[in-house]
């Protein structure tokens, strides 16, 4: 397919994805574009998290077709997500405890060099790149880069996890309510970090139950209800007080007049 | 110190093991399989395609619990334990209960002083559970599988995550578990060249003692394969006090029963005050 300004960085056409019987995710067609940020609501157990799962490789889906820059993706693992540029910020997921900042930074692609034929790490480069994150993102100043990442509050795992994305240069962004549990400065760094990341021509998508603070941070929302998208907008054709409407009522309360797609 | 060196080589495969937040309960059996094939095979293959084909038994054997465990979704506590019955009965119906040992030209073999022999007065499976160590930890501490392995341990969500194949690590780590027991096995019969169906009961539950006592926490995602060697010296030279104290052979078992106990109470204790969450 040609590489042209309109092309979308993922596109999602009529995917379907059961567990079993049940249908987790029915006929979902969206798409997004590089430098945007777009807000991902709705109610628990809207598909929100399973969609993204889709696009992070770890859900195959039912049936549908998925694309990626134009390329139509037909093999699902994280592995390949993450070859692809796709970074996933969980609250929860993403750094191993009982590891050292360096040593969960480049997990699942550490850098090795050879001594006498052995593939050992890059211990150097990787303490480096863990310290320059450290220093960039937001961390306390103390913080070493043999720490272990027990040790951080959750705003710093969180700081470090969006370090990690854009060191690795990634193309997309998501981030899983990435603000549960963090303090008001916390709150406001990640969202500062979540907007450079859209200036600096990444997708960002933004899952989250914080209607006004998605809001006032995105360009599109995409609303989703029982497995459906229901809704795309853009956040100057809706208010936040309507979209809360919408999620509240289910797509029954969706304005015709300013739906865009 | 050569019932040490033995143990702490399956220790530290047990501690592996353990780190992926796994067990292996069949290593006292792998360890007595692996010796019996060693010795029934030595007559045909000779006494270095005996000990391949030791191994590659025992690698086997580690790779079909780590196949049930991981594609079965079967609890490795149960996979093991069917194994540690399985193979026993293996053994026993292989030698059909009797002692085997190896012919005396074997044993004059130049591997079966390498495995053996002594050097300045000390075992040679000391020297040979030493290099092991060495060579585990560089790869546990110092490459991409090591880091991935003990992050699978830590947390297996993020593993995944990240695109670490968490299935082949855990496979990995099971065979070098099984090949580890395996090998002590050898060690064994290269220093007491005859083999009994017996060989190697109640060892799973000392290798497991002894990686606990080393510090590596069931919880997995840490641990320290020295920590299991040394778990393994300290087991056995209680065993060998209390033998020379003249205390009954039956107490010893009770004495490694209790220490796992006590062991693992310490460790969340310490762990604790360490600030992890174990």
């Known amino acids: 397919m040609q590489k042209s300004e309109k092309t979308p960085l993922i596109e999602v056409k009529d995917l379907d994805l059961y567990f079993g019987m049940f249908h987790a995710l029915k006929n979902v067609s969206v798409s997004f574009n590089a430098g945007e940020l777009i807000g991902l609501v709705g109610d628990n157990g809207a598909g929100k998290t399973t969609l993204i799962r889709v696009l992070c490789g770890i859900h195959e889906p039912s049936s549908g077709e998925v694309y990626f820059d134009g390329q139509r993706v037909t093999a699902f693992h994280p592995k390949l997500a993450i070859e692809f540029g796709i970074e996933t910020i969980q609250q929860a997921v993403g750094l191993c405890d009982n590891l050292s900042i360096a040593r969960n930074f480049y997990l699942g692609r550490e850098p090795v060099k050879s001594l006498l034929g052995l593939r050992i790490f890059d211990f150097a480069l990787m303490r480096a790149k863990a310290r320059h994150v450290i220093g960039e993102f937001g961390l306390r100043d103390n913080v070493s880069a043999d720490d272990e990442v027990e040790t951080l509050s959750g705003g710093e795992r969180q700081s470090v996890k969006i370090g990690r994305a854009v060191e690795f240069k990634n193309r997309v962004v998501i981030m899983d309510e990435p603000t549960n549990h963090l303090s008001v400065r916390e709150r406001e760094h990640l969202n500062d970090l979540a907007l450079q990341l859209r200036d600096q021509g990444l997708l960002v998508i933004y899952i989250t139950h914080d209607i006004f603070q998605v809001h006032k941070l995105a360009d599109r929302i995409v609303i989703m209800e029982n497995g459906e998208k229901i809704e795309v907008t853009t956040t100057d054709a809706m208010s936040a007080e309507a979209l809360e409407d919408v999620i509240r009522q289910g797509g029954r309360a969706v304005p015709k007049k300013v739906a865009v797609q | ?278």
């Not at chain 2, 293959?45 to 790779?63: D, H, K, P, R, S």
């Open chain 2, 1 to 278: 110190m050569h019932f040490a060196a033995i143990l702490g080589c399956i220790a530290m495969g047990q501690a592996l093991v353990i780190m992926t937040e796994e067990i292996d309960l069949s290593v006292g059996s792998v360890y007595g399989l692996t010796g019996a094939a060693f010795i029934t095979l030595e007559a045909n293959l000779g006494v270095f395609g005996a000990m391949v084909a030791g191994l590659v038994l025992a690698a086997c054997i580690g790779m079909v619990q780590a196949t049930a465990v991981l594609k079965g979704r079967v609890p490795s506590m149960i996979v093991t334990l069917g194994g540690l019955f399985a193979v026993r009965g293996i053994i026993y119906v292989w030698t059909g209960g009797t002692v085997r040992s190896l012919p005396e030209e074997a044993r004059a073999h130049w591997l079966m002083h390498l495995l053996g022999g002594e050097l300045f007065g000390i075992e040679a499976a000391l020297f040979w559970t030493l290099l092991l160590l060495a060579v585990l930890s560089l790869v546990l501490w110092r490459t991409s599988f090591g880091n991935r392995l003990l992050a699978e341990g830590g947390d297996l969500s993020t593993a995944l995550s990240q695109g670490v194949r968490t299935n082949q690590i855990k496979t990995t780590a099971f065979v070098l578990c099984s090949m580890l027991a395996g090998f002590a096995g050898i060690l064994t019969l290269a220093d007491k060249p005859q083999t009994h169906v017996t060989l190697g009961e109640l060892m799973e539950l000392e290798a497991i003692a002894a990686a606990v006592m080393g510090g590596t926490l069931l919880s997995g995602g840490r641990g320290s394969l020295l920590g299991a060697l040394l778990g393994a010296f300290i087991i056995t030279s209680v065993r060998y006090e209390l033998i020379r104290l003249g205390a009954p052979a039956a107490w010893y078992i009770s004495f490694v029963g209790l220490v796992l106990i006590a062991a693992v109470i310490f460790n969340q204790t310490l762990a604790k005050w360490a600030g992890h969450r174990a």
